[in-house]
């Protein structure tokens, strides 16, 4: 059975940081791709910052030089450094893995979800 574990999120001032992990467990079936979305009140989920099939970072516009992902423990755990979050940057963030590539972050080219974490950010 896949499991994606989030945790670290929290509420912080703007300008603070954060950084969330993702534990992924289960996924026997390789290849596979971690990446983070958020969803914040009233909006569509959108992809934050994915790895890609080359295992580079993908990051979306709005949080480029801003966030960094890492990924840890023979792939299994992925991190996301949050510095300098915005109040826009308040949602509830998701771990999603996929075993394909496409866009990387589309949510819809993903299998498996977390739970998800909460950020909030206050201004």
């Known amino acids: 059975q896949v499991q994606l574990v989030e945790s670290g999120g929290e509420s912080v001032q703007a300008g603070g940081s954060l950084r969330l992990s993702c534990v992924a467990s289960g996924l026997t079936y390789a290849p596979y791709y971690l990446g983070w979305f958020r969803q914040a009140p009233g909006k569509e989920r959108e992809g934050v910052a994915a790895i890609a099939s080359d295992f580079r970072p993908v990051y979306a516009d709005s949080v480029k030089d801003r966030f960094t992902l890492s990924l840890h423990n023979a792939k299994t755990t992925l991190y996301l450094q949050m510095n300098n979050l915005k109040p826009e940057d308040t949602g509830m963030y998701y771990c999603?893995?996929?075993?394909?590539?496409?866009?990387?972050?589309?949510?819809?080219?993903?299998?498996?979800w977390g739970q998800g974490t909460q950020v909030t950010v206050s201004s």
């Open positions: 999603a893995a996929r075993h394909h590539g496409g866009y990387v972050l589309a949510d819809y080219e993903y299998n498996y």
